[in-house]
């Protein structure tokens, strides 16, 4: 009984897994045109640990994910 409910149950972890992903990514692309259009230093330090800590999210969600886009 178990393995019919954990396929579905994987397919929609993948699933929200790759759309994460997808807008981890667009986050990410967000967040390098605000720093390479801000001469303040203290907003580029605040957004380079943010953009370290989306890039660690991102890169677990891929871990997820890659089997879904592989797939696709």
Do not use: C, G, W
């Not at 149950?9 to 045109?33: C, N, P, Q």
């Not at 991102?58 to 592989?70: C, E, G, K, T, W």
């Amino acid at each position: 009984m178990t393995a019919p409910i954990a396929a579905p149950i994987a397919k929609d972890v993948l699933a929200s897994a790759t759309l994460h992903l997808e807008v981890l990514e667009e986050f990410i692309a967000v967040v390098r045109r605000r720093m390479a259009s801000t001469t303040d230093t203290f907003a580029r330090d605040s957004l380079n640990d943010l953009l370290l800590s989306l890039t660690e999210q991102r890169d677990s969600y891929q871990a997820l994910a890659m089997p879904a886009i592989v797939a696709a």
